[in-house]
């Protein structure tokens, strides 16, 4: 069928009735889809018809007939990421916007429309496995930057250090680009002319001209500060330069009314992520990089290994969740099973282990929770691989669950832990053990939610106009 414009009377059957495809192609205009594509959204869905070879109506699809259907388009490769989302998009029309097929509500059609985002290269999970030339040759690929590998070789001998004081990868890669920038901002002097003046002028830039956060900046500063003392050997000694004010935030925290409102616009592994986030604390990143073996279902806890500051920590599993979560791993473990069956299967481990472990890679425990729906070629080793979901993912469909549930706050993953920590302490919890369970390092960091519960101090604070 060929994209045409909306005409006052589209095509019938001999019956007067409009057909299926005018029916669907009439949806099509209901929703908006751009004239130059619908072409397309009614190939996609015939290529899904016809590669239906049972049921023999739509009506009588199955759920896993759909989501196989998506599985094997994924593994054959063919499709770019917009491509995948477009075809998920018009298959989803058919499926439940025309045909009102049963199952169709079932299907969890966000998790689809992302199943083609994967990890790049440099992505915090995988950077590990670069050496630090190729991660300092990838930061300078850009055409300004192109030059940047030979001008500056100390990025290379940084990099190295950093790995050396085992620096987490996120802090190299902020110290590394940091640095990078400082170096180009000084160009054309070398690194052996440059001194203590260069440093105040580039972090008054920053203030000034740029007008950074003062997070940005004092990231700056240690980023700086670091290559001077660790790789430069030389001393940064009163540094003067216009430090901004670093003003105190109170975190956005959520009731629990407001919770349950955001929850209830999520579907699928989405909703089964928020959940599990804000019922453990945990970090985006923490939630994502979970493995099967760090879920104890007999003692109802949950270890996070290797967080912030590369400590581990056990945080309880709700116990609503543990249905849910056993539902969803007998999904990822069939997923598993055909990775194997097809020769791959193997899965990402950090530092030395696979070497140590050469056939754990492929061992169900260290299975992420979360896997990705796309197969990944490591452009290395060829090998092929399954990543955790790319973190995006997660986050789009919170912020997306906020807008539906029409909470005017500015609401992010983070905001999950926020209101994780700030409920415990208002049902009587003590501020160490919240800290304990966040991971922080501090309990200083742990008061800024005595701050949200109006609790500074002891008692709580009742307001004047309260007794009026």
């Known amino acids: 069928m060929s994209s045409r414009s909306r005409s006052p009377n589209p095509p019938r059957r001999e019956d007067g009735k409009p057909s299926g495809w005018d029916r669907y192609l009439d949806l099509l205009i209901q929703n908006y889809v751009p004239e130059t594509a619908r072409q397309w959204y009614v190939t996609r869905a015939r290529q899904f018809i016809d590669g239906m070879r049972r049921p023999d109506r739509l009506s009588d699809l199955a759920l896993d007939d759909i989501t196989g259907y998506f599985q094997k388009v994924s593994d054959e490769g063919r499709l770019s990421t917009w491509q995948f989302r477009q075809m998920v998009e018009a298959v989803q029309l058919l499926v439940v916007d025309l045909a009102h097929v049963k199952c169709g509500n079932s299907v969890d059609w966000d998790y689809w429309k992302e199943a083609l985002q994967t990890l790049p290269p440099d992505h915090p999970t995988l950077a590990r496995e670069q050496s630090p030339e190729e991660s300092v040759e990838r930061l300078s690929s850009g055409p300004r930057f192109a030059a940047s590998v030979e001008a500056h070789p100390i990025l290379t001998e940084l990099t190295r250090t950093l790995r050396t004081r085992q620096y987490s990868i996120r802090t190299e890669q902020a110290y590394v680009s940091w640095c990078h920038k400082f170096l180009l901002f000084c160009a054309p002097k070398s690194v052996e002319e440059l001194d203590e003046s260069d440093v105040q002028r580039y972090l008054s830039h920053l203030a000034i001209d740029r007008n950074v956060a003062a997070n940005t900046q004092s990231l700056a500063f240690n980023a700086v500060a670091f290559l001077y003392r660790e790789v430069l050997q030389r001393r940064l000694d009163d540094i003067q330069f216009a430090r901004v004010r670093r003003p105190r935030r109170l975190p956005v925290v959520l009731t629990p009314d407001e919770v349950s409102a955001l929850l209830g616009q999520m579907k699928g592994v989405y909703k089964l992520m928020a959940t599990l986030m804000y019922g453990t604390g945990m970090r985006l990143m923490e939630c994502m990089r979970l493995r099967v073996a760090d879920i104890d279902f007999g003692q109802h806890l949950i270890v996070v290994r290797n967080a912030k500051g590369s400590k581990d920590r056990v945080v309880p599993l709700p116990n609503r969740l ?134 500074p101090g002891v008692v709580p604070v009742r307001s004047p106009a309260d007794d009026l």
């Open 322 to 455: 543990v249905d849910p979560l056993k539902a969803h791993l007998q999904q990822v473990e069939v997923l598993h099973e055909q990775d194997l069956a097809a020769g791959a299967g193997s899965v990402y481990l950090p530092n030395a282990l696979a070497r140590k472990y050469p056939n754990a890679p492929k061992e169900w425990q260290w299975q992420y929770v979360f896997p990705g729906a796309k197969l990944a070629t490591d452009p290395k080793s060829g090998q092929i691989r399954r990543h955790h979901l790319h973190e995006s993912t997660l986050q789009n469909r919170i912020k997306d669950a906020a807008r539906a549930a029409k909470i005017p706050k500015r609401i992010s993953s983070h905001a999950l832990r926020h209101s994780f920590a700030t409920k415990l302490l208002n049902v009587g919890y003590d501020i160490r053990t919240v800290q304990e369970l966040l991971g922080h390092a501090d309990v200083s960091t742990t008061m800024i939610y005595t701050h949200v519960l109006n609790r």
